[in-house]
């Protein structure tokens, strides 16, 4: 496609799998009023996800009539085909996980129902009094969204399908947090909005009444993990081969060797810690190690920066200069996708991520820093590499097209699919593509990339290897991997805080095939630019490769070979 451009996205007639499409994301946002926030749909800001056994088996049944209904819908035209074998791809794989069971043992330390119900207020506006109006009417659902997952937990107990201990564990301290009348998200929240809006008083107590008892919630939800969880917990942090591959499909959008894939963490790590040396050698001298070279770097004050306030004005001021210094050189970035907010998160838990914009860019698409309690120093070498990752031409660019391409993609194409394996793949395939622009060119820029480089590659070695019972290596034990080697594998490949590491490596063990997938995509990434770059020989155009993969928005990484004409 030489010549197209991201900002003149032909435009064409929608079909009747688009009109369909279009229904199922409003029928699906219906039932799932949280995810429907996250994905930028508007309407269902007020309301909440029913996470009952009810609402569970409503959604598989919405899934179910939609799926036969896709089924016998025939495509009009080639975006019509890519977008039946996406939807078939994605709701198949959803009813899998449903008749495994998958929800009723749905507990870990960063993306279940107890950390969603509470994460969606990070996005909602707080600008107006009617912000603060929507805001509590959600609020006052809390109550009754926690009681269904305790339902739905509940069953999970008669059933023998409960989580790891680990993560009950982790959830009662989370929940207890939640549950606390004083330091609660919620209870801080409502201080807030009564101090930053004038509310009327009619609303300022509903709000304070609404955060209380969503506190007061979360306080039964840890005694429920404590008292009637916990002792029913599953001892084991592995979820064996046949739930794995489930899982695995469900991030990376395709099928993988997963042999062949562990054997090829242990060579990417390798190479991985091979670059990296070789990098530090350019910081501190020949022979240095990355311990030493990342003294260095830690030392130099020109690479500090002092409060969040500072980090926030940095990561703001870099993602704009990215932005600048990349359109109409190696993408044409429409006008819309122009503005990103850097945010610092209300939440202390480390975490760093990127929310898409609302439909209408009214909300523009932003990226978080979740800065841990205490925290008031970072080092830029270690984060410039993230915000290529989360804005430009990472999360920001790619999710934000997939937005911004009305004229050519369905509702639900362009903001109610995401495949971890596409789009946290295409973000470690930007970070690469910065070097490659000569952006990461500073070695100490160029450590902190390759560091979260091998961060990656461990994961993958780490999460398979845990959850298969891989054998490990004999420098940690021999044997299978468990918890123990993971830690140390953490430790031994991963430079940051322990607490960092102890967060992270829970997040494998409790959301299994979720963190391999960003090597694993990024790999399939590659291997894609080189099939089309193989393929057209000299006539190769990195830029219009990029764009027509970007207007197809996010698919399943099985899918988008087809896509991309090179299946």
């Not at 006008?335 to 860019?361: C, Q, R, V």
């Amino acid at each position: 496609m030489p010549g197209t451009k991201l900002t003149q996205v032909s435009k064409r007639t929608p079909s009747q799998l688009d009109s369909l499409a279009n229904q199922y994301l409003q029928e699906s946002s219906e039932l799932d009023p949280l995810s429907a926030t996250a994905l930028g749909v508007r309407g269902y800001d007020a309301q909440m996800t029913d996470y009952s056994p009810d609402g569970y088996a409503n959604r598989e049944a919405n899934r179910v009539k939609w799926l036969q209904t896709f089924r016998a819908t025939p495509a009009a035209d080639a975006v019509d085909e890519v977008t039946a074998a996406a939807l078939e791809y994605n709701l198949g794989l959803e009813g899998e996980l449903y008749a495994a069971g998958e929800h009723f043992a749905e507990v870990n330390n960063i993306a279940s129902p107890l950390q969603n119900v509470r994460d969606v207020f990070d996005i909602m506006p707080t600008g107006s009094v009617d912000d603060w109006a929507t805001l509590t009417a959600r609020m006052t659902k809390v109550a009754g969204a926690i009681e269904g997952y305790i339902a739905t937990l509940r069953i999970g107990v008669e059933r023998g399908l409960t989580p790891a201990a680990l993560q009950v564990g982790e959830g009662i301290k989370q929940a207890g947090e939640l549950a606390d009348p004083q330091e609660s998200f919620f209870v801080k929240l409502a201080a807030q909005g009564k101090d930053s809006v004038e509310l009327p008083s009619a609303l300022a107590t509903d709000l304070e009444r609404a955060a209380q008892t969503a506190a007061a919630a979360y306080g039964r939800l840890e005694r429920f993990l404590s008292d009637e969880l916990a002792p029913h917990a599953n001892p084991a942090d592995g979820v064996g081969r046949e739930r794995y591959e489930r899982f695995s499909r469900r991030f990376v959008g395709t099928k993988v060797d997963l042999d062949e894939t562990y054997e090829w963490g242990l060579e990417e790590l390798a190479k991985m810690t091979a670059e990296q040396e070789a990098v530090a050698a350019l910081i501190a001298g020949a022979g240095a190690s990355v311990e030493q070279a990342i003294e260095v770097l830690d030392t130099d004050k020109s690479r500090k920066l002092y409060g969040s306030a500072a980090l926030q004005q940095w990561m703001q001021r870099t993602a704009d200069e990215a932005i600048a210094a990349l359109d109409g050189k190696y993408f044409d970035i429409p006008d819309a996708l122009k503005t990103i907010e850097a945010m610092i998160a209300p939440t202390a838990n480390g975490g760093i991520y990127y929310t898409s914009p609302s439909d209408d860019f009214s909300r523009p698409g932003r990226m978080w820093w979740s800065v841990p309690a205490g925290v008031t120093e970072f080092n830029t070498w270690r984060e410039k590499t993230t915000v290529y990752h989360e804005g430009v031409p990472g999360h920001h660019l790619q999710i934000g097209m997939s937005t911004y391409c009305r004229e050519q993609l369905n509702d639900w194409r362009r903001m109610g699919a995401f495949y971890s394996g596409h789009g946290e793949g295409w973000a470690l395939y930007a970070e690469r593509l910065m070097e490659e622009f000569g952006f990461l060119d500073d070695p100490g820029d160029r450590l902190g990339m390759v560091d979260g480089q091998r961060l990656r590659a461990t994961r993958v070695v780490l999460d398979i290897g845990v959850h298969l019972g891989k054998p490990a290596p004999q420098r940690y034990g021999g044997g299978t991997w468990d918890a123990d080697k993971a830690w140390q594998l953490m430790c031994d490949n991963v430079h940051a805080a322990p607490e960092f590491n102890r967060f992270e490596l829970t997040r494998y063990l409790g959301w299994p095939g979720q963190a391999p997938s960003y090597k694993i995509g990024q790999r399939l990434w590659e291997q894609l630019r080189a099939q089309s770059a193989k393929a057209q020989g000299t006539g190769f155009d990195l830029k219009a490769f990029h764009t027509k993969a970007l207007e197809l928005g996010s698919l399943p990484m099985s899918v988008l070979p087809k896509a991309l004409g090179l299946d």
